[in-house]
Nanobody
């Protein structure tokens, strides 16, 4: 499966962005999906995950209540809605796919897209 992330950009603190990740290749709905981010000088962080059916989700503590992951299997797309963005959210965001049915752990992703840069100014 091939993944193409988009939607990054520059936003002021308190603003919002929606990232999209379009998938092609094998049937989109066969895969759970996730979003990761990597800030300069830091390790990659698992931000959010969603099961193949969309009924189960995972969020890292720092984004709970601000970020929402969702998927539209008809459009082969997974989204990450990010509200109340803060400078600490500045990073390159990557989407990923997993053959898991449920929400995958960070180590269970098999396919990766290229990143999209999110920059939050204070």
């Amino acid at each position: 499966v091939q993944l193409q992330a988009s939607g990054g950009g520059l936003v002021q603190a308190g603003g919002s962005l929606r990232l999209s990740c379009a998938a092609s290749g094998r049937t989109f709905s066969d895969y759970a999906k996730g979003w990761f981010r990597q800030a300069p000088g830091k390790e990659r962080e698992y931000v959010a995950g969603i099961s193949w059916g969309g009924s189960s989700t995972y969020y890292t503590d720092s984004v709970k209540g601000r970020f929402t992951i969702s998927r539209d299997n008809a459009k082969n797309t997974v989204y990450l809605r990010m509200n109340n963005l803060q400078p600490k959210d500045t990073a390159v965001y990557y989407c990923a796919a997993s053959a898991n049915v449920g929400v995958p752990s960070a180590s269970n992703f098999n396919y990766w897209g290229q990143g999209t840069l999110v920059t939050v100014s204070s």
